[in-house]
């Protein structure tokens, strides 16, 4: 079973002749991400998490049969052994959605957990176990009743006041490897993380064509702390935020730290500017960001490189080739090679033969 994200279907391989044997379409933006099937083999499950529906669909004939409203953002799932049960985590919601295999409809859900991830049954299924990624406990789950019986806590999670950037930068002091941040860089909902407002009030729509403020702010809290002068040799790079944002950024940040130091607290021993730090340590992954490209030069060329984002549903696969065409029509094939496969190579330390 394969799920494909951008076309919202569930593709169904023969292992023995790995070949396509069918597909199940799901609907129009249902961005389907994961799918299980039923012990006893009978139904095949899947979330999608912009619909906020949970698919059923009959492993024999590959028909949909079933869908299901469920909480906000359906992804991680599981079965209970004997196949009566469906426990599909929603970890925008914090809560996991129960459904009955034998009716195909939810009876409960169970709330008070947060960014419920990766549900595992007891062998008799009497019980069920769920990680909170926003919270650091494992969930105990009564399957009886389906509610939640208690808490296991695995880890302290720090506050902010607790926070001891020596300890955890102290940790990465030698090494060498880039350290990415993603499209869920504020980390909502999970303790300690400086983002402490409620994205529970935010907008799908509203979040998305902004998410690019949320890597400028650690990016330039990093810079400001003093970050790459105590680790000159530390590679922090931008990811699925594309990049042409970052000329009006860089310039603000030389202003605030030359103009408005009342606000930074924040002098370079090494006599440099953000925008320097910016030069030497860090980077940003576009996509499809013709503007950015035109503005190659004032970001820095040096520090742009282009990803597809593969197998994500924006990803520009399998149309690559032609959004590359696109985008880098007038652009010199030494600023293309360096965009697409130079700088990429050099940062990751690729061997380009």
């Not at 034998?102 to 957990?113: E, M």
């Not at 699925?240 to 021993?269: C, F, N």
Request: aromatic share 12%.
């Amino acid at each position: 079973m394969i799920v494909d994200r951008d076309s919202n279907d569930i593709a169904f391989m023969d292992i023995a002749t790995k070949k396509i044997v069918g597909r199940t379409f799901l609907g129009n933006n249902v961005n389907p991400h994961m799918v299980m099937m039923s012990p006893d083999g009978r139904y095949v499950v899947t979330g999608g998490t912009r619909a906020n529906k949970a698919y059923v669909i009959d492993a024999k004939t590959l028909e949909l049969v079933k869908v299901i409203p469920v909480d906000i953002a359906p992804e991680h799932l599981a079965f209970s052994p004997d196949s009566r049960w469906y426990y599909q985590g929603n970890p925008e919601g914090d809560s996991i959605s129960v459904i009955d295999m034998l009716s195909l409809t939810k009876i409960k859900t169970i709330p008070g957990l947060v960014e419920p991830l990766n549900t595992v049954f007891l062998p008799d299924g009497s019980k069920a176990y769920v990680g909170n990624y926003g919270a650091h406990w494992v969930g105990v789950i009564d399957v009886r009743r389906h509610e939640l019986l208690k808490k296991i806590q695995i880890a302290e999670v720090p506050g902010i006041a607790k926070l001891d950037p020596a300890k955890y930068l102290g940790e990465i002091k030698g090494f060498d490897s880039p350290l990415l941040m993603h499209l869920a860089t504020q980390r909502a909902g999970v303790p300690g993380c400086e983002i402490s407002i409620s994205f529970k009030t935010f907008t799908p729509a509203g979040l998305r064509p902004t998410q690019d403020y949320w890597v400028r702010y650690a990016m330039t809290d990093m810079i400001f702390a003093g970050v790459f002068e105590r680790y000159p040799g530390l590679r922090v790079g931008s990811v699925e935020h594309e990049i042409s944002w970052a000329p009006h950024w860089l310039k603000q940040m030389d202003y605030t730290y030359k103009e408005r130091p009342v606000y930074s607290g924040y002098k370079s021993k090494e006599g440099l500017l953000p925008s320097d730090y910016w030069h030497r340590n860090l980077f940003a992954v576009f996509q499809e960001d013709e503007v950015g490209v035109q503005l190659r030069h004032r970001i820095g060329i040096d520090n742009m490189l282009w990803g597809n984002d593969f197998p994500h549903s924006e990803s520009t696969w399998p149309r690559s080739r032609k959004f590359l065409e696109q985008m880098f029509a007038n652009v010199p094939a030494e600023d293309r090679r360096k965009l697409t496969c130079d700088n990429a190579a050099r940062i990751f330390r690729f061997v380009v033969e």
